[in-house]
């Protein structure tokens, strides 16, 4: 199963999502969207409401920089319709699940684990981790491709990750914190 990272402008029915995080953003394919997580604001034109963005269905442990959960297509638009609509779209950064996988990973998962997956090897995204701007300086990231590479170090006062380039359908996994330097260890022996 493949689900797709949502952003502003993706619609489920009437419902349009009016908001997403201004550092996170996918360009694959064009328009560059601000990707949204769980609970940010929507419009729905079918019940003239505002309304928000609730999950449904399986996700990988992760978080954007304001602590909420991705916001994933198959998720829902909580207005005033009923039943809820469900959000489609199409864009090469998702999350991929096994065919056993039915519900959210809790074995061999860390806590602070982001996945990303891309299907172009012309991705051009990159993550900016957002926060207390000089707080950020210094914080551990480790960054492993499903192919092997490895990319480790901590934030610097650009505040941004490098860039992870792949060809075809890949995904790639950010540790954060403690998270990071264990897994920079364990590679490292």
């Not at 684990?113 to 981790?129: L, N, Y």
Request: with cysteine; glycine share 10%.
């Amino acid at each position: 199963m493949r689900r797709v990272f949502l952003g502003v402008g993706d619609k489920a029915n009437e419902a349009v999502i009016t908001e997403g995080l201004p550092s996170v953003t996918c360009s694959n394919p064009p328009p560059r969207v601000h990707i949204s997580t769980l609970y940010m604001k929507t419009w729905c034109n079918a019940c003239k409401q505002d309304g928000y963005i609730a999950p449904r269905g399986p996700r990988h442990p992760g978080t954007g920089p304001n602590g909420q959960q991705w916001a994933l297509s198959g998720d829902i638009n909580i207005c005033g319709c009923s039943p809820p609509p469900v959000f489609h779209t199409e864009r090469n950064m998702a999350q991929t699940f096994d065919s056993d996988e039915g519900a959210p990973r809790t074995a061999n998962a860390v806590r602070n684990t982001t996945r990303f997956a891309s299907s172009s090897s012309a991705c051009d995204e990159q993550i900016r981790p957002v926060g207390n701007g000089s707080a950020l300086v210094g914080y551990p990231y480790y960054i492993e491709t499903e192919s092997g590479e490895m990319y480790s170090g901590r934030i610097d006062s650009s505040g941004l990750l490098p860039r992870v380039f792949t060809d075809g359908e890949s995904s790639y996994w950010v540790y954060w914190g403690d998270e990071a330097l264990t897994m920079r260890r364990e590679k490292s022996v």
